[in-house]
């Protein structure tokens, strides 16, 4: 059977809503201050390491390359048949994250891998003509384009400087 009672209603006093806040006044348009970012180097370096992926990826859109991707391709040119765990380490990529990269490359027929006739449990990867092809070409695109910006903004002298300054902390 239902419980025929009725149900208790509550005779409380409603309870006072909290006062809204204002919104703060809208603030002068411009661009955002960055307080203590502008100051911290990490911060400086990942903005800018954005702004310049951003100008390289445009400069060889027509070939499809990343920076990660360019720079594998140096890497085999100049380092043909080294395996691929001493690649991915030079660049400082995870291997998972090299093993895909490496199946795309080689799904485009960039580059091949080979078992390694010394260890057969590890891989030699080798750039194939189609790779050696389009490496020379995006060599000139980004040469004449995106370097030849980045000189122009620096000048020789900060270039030169710049350049040791991140050799450096790289070391670190």
Do not use: W
């Amino acid at each position: 059977m239902a419980n025929s009672r009725p149900m208790a209603v509550s005779r409380a006093a409603p309870r006072a809503q909290p006062a809204r806040k204002e919104a703060a006044p809208a603030a002068e348009s411009g661009p955002l201050q960055l307080g203590e970012l502008s100051e911290l180097l990490g911060y400086q370096f990942k903005r800018t390491q954005l702004r310049i992926f951003e100008d390289f990826i445009r400069c060889v859109a027509s070939l499809q390359l990343t920076p990660a991707q360019f720079s594998v391709l140096v890497l085999l040119e100049k380092n043909p048949g080294r395996n691929q765990t001493e690649i991915a380490s030079t660049l400082g990529i995870l291997r998972p994250n090299f093993v895909s990269m490496l199946d795309g490359l080689e799904s485009r027929k960039l580059c091949e891998r080979i078992r390694s006739p010394h260890d057969r449990r590890s891989h030699q990867v080798m750039l194939t003509e189609k790779g050696h092809s389009i490496l020379a070409r995006a060599k000139r695109l980004v040469a004449a384009k995106h370097e030849s910006r980045l000189n122009a903004l620096l000048g020789d002298a900060d270039r030169a400087a710049l350049l040791r300054i991140l050799d450096k902390l790289s070391a670190f």
